[in-house]
Each structure stands twice: as C-alpha cells, then as structure tokens.
C-alpha cells in the first residue's frame, strides 16, 4: 500500500521534542538510519516500496544479481506503511507522499511540516503510537 499527497505526523507518543537523526549502532545502520539516509539525500526520488526494499537489501547486506525475483518475494507478504516507520514513531520525523507517492521527510519543528497540517490537498495520517493505550 502506497499513499499519495498524503501526509503521516509523528506518533502521539514519541519521545522527542525535535527531530534526531537516527545512528547506526555498534557500526551496524539500523532500519532508522537506512530509511533516513534513502529518504533524506533523495527526496521525492523513492516510493515506500522502493525503501523499504533497500532498506532490506542493505540491512541484511544482500549481493545479488537477482533482485527483481528477491524483491517480488520481499513483498509477497504484506509490509506495514510508514505510519509504522521508526521515523515517525521514534525520530521526530513527518513522511510525506506526493502525487507520484514518493517519499521525502520533515523535521516536526520545519515550518514545511506545519504547512502540511493545513493543506487542502493533503490526506493527514497520524503515525502509530509505539504503546497501547
């Protein structure tokens, strides 16, 4: 599932009052900081798919000359959207889909997040929250 002109807030319950970057940990990128790089140096340039298939690749440091028949497999079980990203649950950071459905991220405190909130022509989805009420 792929949004367009939509646009996912930070979860009710994360634990940051601006945005972090997300670091790689013991020298290892985590699923945080692969999506962050992807979508952050290539704004607009990927679908969620496309990230979280690279993301995939990357985390699990993939060689393969195989990667359309690896991805099709990837994606034969459903993924959760971004509404589910660390992203937005944990970093401080909004996802913002296009009318193509490609992806770019804001800061929650740029004055670019808060246009969003008041856009006419943009769907606003909240992110999960990482606990039950």
């Known amino acids: 599932m792929s949004y367009k002109n939509t646009f996912i807030l930070i979860s009710e319950d994360s634990p940051v009052e601006s945005a972090v970057i997300p670091m790689s940990r013991k020298e290892k990128a985590t699923i945080a900081s692969i999506e962050y790089e992807l979508i952050y140096n290539n704004p607009y340039k990927y679908t969620q798919d496309d990230v979280q298939f690279q993301t995939y690749v990357i985390k699990n440091e993939i060689e393969s000359d195989q990667l359309d028949e690896l991805r099709e497999q990837f994606f034969s079980k459903p993924k959760a959207c971004f509404r589910a990203s660390p992203l937005v649950k944990k970093y401080g950071w909004g996802i913002h889909y296009n009318e193509e459905g490609k992806v770019s991220i804001y800061e929650m405190n740029s004055r670019p997040y808060h246009q969003f909130l008041h856009s006419d022509e943009t769907t ?10």
């Not at 606003?124 to 009420?133: A, D, Q, T, V």
């Open 124 to 133: 606003i989805l909240k992110g999960m929250r990482s606990k039950r009420k």
